[in-house]
């Protein structure tokens, strides 16, 4: 399997380097320390149904390390793990129940470009393949398109075939299609959405190459619910950031910050998101560490410093700096709303709606058409900023396949963001019934709604006692508080729960600017739902028309 060397302790190796990131001495962004807290945390519980096994955990890192480069020039022509890497592979492969099978079914490993995440992945395929003690194993490497699946396979092809003693050792063949053992029916294959047929699968392992570029989650479904029947099954999820804020990667990403932030608890899944902090300044090299573990090894600063000279003279090239380099999503560059702000510097995950609690608060609600998707806002002021908590309606028919929203709504129903109303129409009873709970809630001031479609709702509400507004989607009533509401989120004066539907409403959002300077919204193509950002844009006018506070920011008014 190429040249023999002194063995390490890789779980050593990776235990420093998450107390040297939790400690500051290795610079890092929040979830990356995070996820080492987890994990320095872990290793001091008792009395837990896991326990870790440092010899399974370094069985791993070493047969990585006996494996050869296949790309690149490096200083040893067979793999040496960096820190970052032991700490990742002996986390994911170490934790074992009494019966040794591994805690970790899914890993989410988001690193920017260049960090070699894609070599670390074939190693672990490999891994799983020949050595994980499963009969009869079945790995696949998974992506949007073969061509892009068969590039972590392909490598771990080449390595097979330039390591003749381990194929040799384990009966492995490396064909042209597939790396297969014979012995036991063992194989390692690419596989995409346009493969002839994802049925009849039986994964023990799966590697998801570039998830951000997934565009429907099919293949991601099938290898999840496909695994049930093995023992401890891993599907492996390497990818960069993306522009999109919806679809399954973003669901990932946020599940994975949600458990390390404390605020969801499952044990089986790891997560790690390199990337730099809201308040780092994204030219500075200490940044671009925080981003890239493997800078210095795979990555080089003068290569950097050059990409973000470009960067701050271009903004395309800005865009691709900050997502493909330093894994920030910023958003559809056409968005009229900043998505790096309301992402980074507005989002607070531990905001609840039940906090405010008979407190005043503002409704708005978008009934739009009743067989599409319908929204409804609480927002509040507290301490200078405006917190939203958001509802969201949609038809139970719409949810099929054949909506260019399927994959997005289904996903969002199955986590709770969205409620299916059944038939195929919205039943405004659902939406009725909640805002009659709001109204018991909170100190209810005004109920702002488009009148559109609503003559029924609001006869219906006022009668009840809900202090109804009528909102008419005008330009003369949005555009100054779209304008106000574009101000607050880049002075961070919004705050959001993270809803991956009202990230995803307000990224949707452009506008349609006037000679006057007046804007409006709207959405660029008609599946891109701006519901939710609709709301927020009347919530500001009825802040600003029903109270006596200054609104305005001088010098971010010219927003848009």
């Known amino acids: 399997m190429g040249q023999s060397r002194v063995a390490r302790d890789y779980v050593a190796l990776g235990k420093h380097y998450a107390e040297q990131v939790v400690s500051g001495e290795i610079p890092a962004c929040r979830w990356v320390k995070l996820a080492c807290q987890r994990q320095l945390d872990d290793l001091q519980r008792v009395d837990w149904r896991w326990h870790f096994d ?52 899914k890993a989410l490993v988001v690193l920017p470009r260049k960090n070699a995440k894609t ?17 009869g194993a079945e790995v696949y490497s998974a992506a949007t398109t073969r061509d892009q699946a068969k590039i972590s396979w392909d ?20 064909l042209a299609h597939s790396i297969a053992i014979d012995s036991d029916g063992a194989c390692f294959k690419p596989l995409s959405r346009d493969a002839d047929t994802l049925e009849g699968l039986n994964p023990s392992g ?57 605020n969801h608890v499952d044990d089986s899944y790891f997560a790690i998101h390199y990337s730099i902090d809201p308040e780092d ?35 395309a090239s800005q865009a691709s700096f900050l997502t493909k380099r330093l894994n920030v999503r910023i958003g559809a560059g056409e968005a009229f709303f900043s998505m790096l702000a309301w992402d980074r510097t507005c989002r607070d995950d531990s905001i609840k709606a039940e906090d405010f609690y008979g407190l005043p608060a503002y409704i708005t609600i978008d009934l739009a058409s009743k067989i599409d998707l319908a929204a409804a806002l609480r927002t509040f002021e507290r301490d200078g900023n405006v917190y939203f908590f958001p509802r969201f309606y949609l038809p139970e028919d719409q949810c099929e396949k054949g909506n260019p929203n399927y994959d997005f709504y289904r996903g969002w129903a ?5 409620t299916l109303t059944p038939g195929n129409i919205i039943d405004y009873e659902f939406i009725e019934r ?7 809630n909170y100190d209810v001031l005004k109920v702002g709604i488009d009148p559109y479609n609503a003559t ?10 809900v202090p109804i507004e009528e909102i008419s989607q005008s330009v003369n009533f949005l555009s100054e508080p779209m304008k106000e509401l574009a101000a607050r989120i880049l002075a961070a004066r919004v705050r959001h729960d993270g809803n991956p539907i009202m990230s995803w409403c307000i990224g949707n959002t452009t506008a349609k600017v006037d000679a006057k300077e007046n804007v409006y919204p709207r959405k660029a193509r008609p599946e891109n739902k701006i519901d939710g950002a609709l709301t927020a844009i009347m919530a500001f006018r009825l802040l600003m028309r029903n109270t006596d506070k200054s609104y305005a920011f001088t010098g971010l008014r010219s927003v848009g």
């Not at 670390?120 to 009969?135: Q, T, V």
């Not at 490598?155 to 009966?171: D, K, L, T, V």
């Not at 671009?288 to 973000?308: Q, T």
């Not at 029924?456 to 006692?465: I, L, V």
């Open 456 to 465: 029924q709702f609001n006869t219906r509400m006022m009668a009840e006692g």
């Open 281 to 315: 300044d994204w030219t500075s090299p200490e940044s671009w560490r925080k981003a890239n573990p493997n800078l210095g090894v795979s990555i080089f600063e003068e290569d950097l410093a050059i990409r973000c000279k470009q960067a701050q003279k271009n903004a």
């Open 54 to 105: 440092a010899d399974k955990a370094n069985r791993v890192c070493r047969f990585i390390e006996l494996l050869p480069h296949i790309k690149g020039k490096w200083k040893t022509p067979n793999i040496t793990l960096e820190p970052h890497q032991c700490f990742r592979i002996t986390a994911i492969f170490g934790w074992v129940d009494d019966a040794g099978l591994r805690r970790f079914r």
């Open 119 to 135: 070599t670390e992945a074939a190693g672990i395929g490999l891994y799983l393949f020949a050595l994980d003690k499963e009969p």
């Open 434 to 440: 909640d805002l009659m709970e709001d109204c018991r």
């Open 206 to 262: 799966a590697i998801i190459d570039e998830l951000h570029a997934h565009k429907t989650r099919e293949v991601f479904d099938v290898l999840d619910e496909a695994t049930g029947a093995r023992r401890q099954p891993l599907i492996y999820i390497i990818s960069t950031e993306g522009e999109d804020g919806t679809g399954v990667f973003a669901e990932q990403v946020t599940y994975g910050q949600q458990i390390l932030a404390g």
């Open 155 to 174: 490598i771990a092809r080449r390595m097979c075939i330039r390591s003749p003693r381990f194929c040799e050792r384990y009966g492995i063949s490396p």
């Open 414 to 418: 199955e986590h709770g963001y969205l």
